[in-house]
């Protein structure tokens, strides 16, 4: 059983930083992609960032150069460095890994475990 949990929410003023971390439990966590995604109220899932199991990288275009993600597979975890945060980053934040080992991708469909999610909200 895989289990993904995030942490790492909460509120920042505009400019702000905030690191999210994501930890996936179950399997060996090194042989797998990991994503971010969001959700604001009203508004349909979206990509964020993801990392393949050699570290490549993929960034929606519009948080390119503000947030970074990374992974530490000895303490199978995966973060985000949100940086500059904007309002419109408001959202419910999700970490996401697929069930089979494959490539990065920006589809929702692609991932199969999903965490609970942690909020952000960005204030003006």
């Known amino acids: 059983q895989v289990q993904v949990v995030e942490s790492g929410g909460g509120l920042v003023q505009a400019g702000g930083s905030l690191r999210l971390s994501c930890t996936a439990s179950?399997?060996?966590?090194?042989?797998?992609?990991m994503a971010w995604f969001r959700q604001a109220p009203g508004k349909e899932r979206e990509f964020v960032a993801a990392?393949?199991?050699?570290?490549?990288?993929d960034y929606a275009d519009s948080v390119k150069g503000r947030f970074t993600i990374s992974r530490d597979n000895a303490k199978n975890a995966v973060y985000l460095q949100m940086n500059s945060l904007k309002p419109e980053d408001t959202a419910v934040y999700f970490c996401?890994?697929?069930?089979?080992?494959?490539?990065?991708?920006?589809?929702?469909?692609?991932?199969?475990?999903w965490g609970q999610g942690t909020q952000v909200t960005v204030s003006s």
């Open positions: 996401a890994t697929p069930r089979t080992i494959m490539d990065i991708s920006r589809r929702v469909e692609a991932y199969d475990y």
């Open positions: 179950g399997r060996t966590f090194s042989w797998y992609a």
């Open positions: 990392i393949s199991r050699n570290s490549n990288t």
